[in-house]
Structures are given as structure tokens and as C-alpha cells.
């Protein structure tokens, strides 16, 4: 593995932890305290903040803020401009610092273009959330949510595939097979 390729308009602050292969492009600024892992993409206008945790193999596209309280596990996709937050009630005038949500965004989870995350809340394994949704609240494994808010429409294969209904659907694309119980989807 190669050292991390930082562009040279980027600012990567002291303290900041950038993995193994990791790419770090134009404008972006990475701030101290922030853990960002191994073969990590990171496009343009980009900014994570202190205390962010990002995993291996997480793609963030252009314009994208990762804000203090969001954890990115593995090979989570960041579309371009989608919008995460960490205060559920902001006001110029009144600190709200000690009010952070955390957000989780759990492995494989996919974020579409312009969406924007409500701090406070997990996207589960695998689950797709669509472009321009408003994600309110917790996201089931492998769901498909669109819309504002956001509301599951179906489920999708962990590569990304949406599935057809069934109580025991199978991926047309890959051929992985799941089990569905009780309105929850888990791998079989």
C-alpha cells in the first residue's frame, strides 16, 4: 500500500489520520482529530471535521460536509452535495456544541446525490437512500428510501440491485439470496 495522495490545494490539518492509498483532492480540508482510513476517496470541496471516523474504502463526492458526530463505516458511497447534520435545532445565537446527534452510517450504505441526512440517526448495511430524500429517521438494512421524507419503497442486494418482492428474494444481478421476516431483510 502507498502513502496517502494529498492535491496540493487541500489542507490536511496536524492531528488529522489519513490511511493507507487514500485520495484527497482539490479544495478539501481535513481537520485535526479526524480519522479517515485506507483507500478512501474524498472529490472535490470536501470537509471532515474533528472527531469524524471514516472507514476503508468510503467514497465522499464534491461538496459534500462531514460534520462532527458522523461515523462512515466501510465502504460507504457519499453522493455529490448530500447534506449531513449534527444539530437538530440550530440557531446562529444560541451554542448548541454539547447537542450533537451522532449519525451512523453502517457498511455499504449508499447516499444519493443532494439527499440530506437528519443528524440522530443509522442507515443501516447496504441500504440505498435515494437522490433529494430527507432521511428522518433509522434506516432498515438493505431498505431503499426515497422521497421527503424519506420512505422505504423496497429493498436492494448488497450490490446495489433493487430486489423484486418475495418473502425470499434473490438478487437477478449477483444471485445472493435473502429472507424476509417480519418487514426486516437480512442475508440468507
Known amino acids: 500500500m502507498g502513502a496517502p495522495v494529498i492535491h ?15 485520495k484527497v483532492w482539490h479544495f ?21 471535521m474533528s472527531g469524524v471516523k471514516i472507514g ?6 464534491n461538496n459534500v460536509s462531514v460534520y462532527e458526530g458522523v461515523e462512515l463505516e466501510d465502504d460507504v458511497f457519499c453522493g455529490p452535495s448530500m447534506v449531513f447534520t449534527n444539530v437538530i435545532n440550530p440557531r446562529s445565537h444560541v451554542p448548541r456544541k454539547d447537542e450533537y446527534r451522532k ?5 455499504g450504505a449508499s447516499i444519493g446525490a443532494n439527499a440530506t441526512v437528519v443528524c440522530g440517526v443509522t442507515l443501516g448495511e447496504f441500504c440505498f437512500v435515494g437522490a433529494g430524500a430527507v432521511v428522518t429517521a433509522d434506516v432498515q ?3 431503499m428510501v426515497i422521497g421527503v421524507p424519506a420512505r422505504r419503497t423496497g429493498w ?3 450490490c446495489g440491485v433493487q430486489l423484486l418482492a418475495g418473502d ?5 444481478e449477483c444471485g445472493s439470496k435473502y429472507e424476509l421476516h417480519a418487514d426486516r431483510l437480512t442475508a440468507a
Open 8 to 22: 496540493e490545494s487541500a489542507y490536511v490539518d496536524a492531528g488529522a489520520e489519513i490511511g493507507a492509498d487514500t
Open 28 to 48: 478539501c480540508h481535513v481537520m485535526p482529530g479526524a480519522v479517515i482510513g485506507e483507500r478512501c476517496s474524498l472529490g472535490q470541496n470536501v470537509v471532515v
Open 56 to 61: 476503508n474504502n468510503v467514497k465522499i463526492q
Open 103 to 107: 449519525t451512523l452510517v453502517k457498511r
Open 141 to 143: 438494512p438493505y431498505a
Open 156 to 158: 436492494v442486494c448488497r
Open 168 to 172: 425470499a428474494p434473490e438478487c437477478q
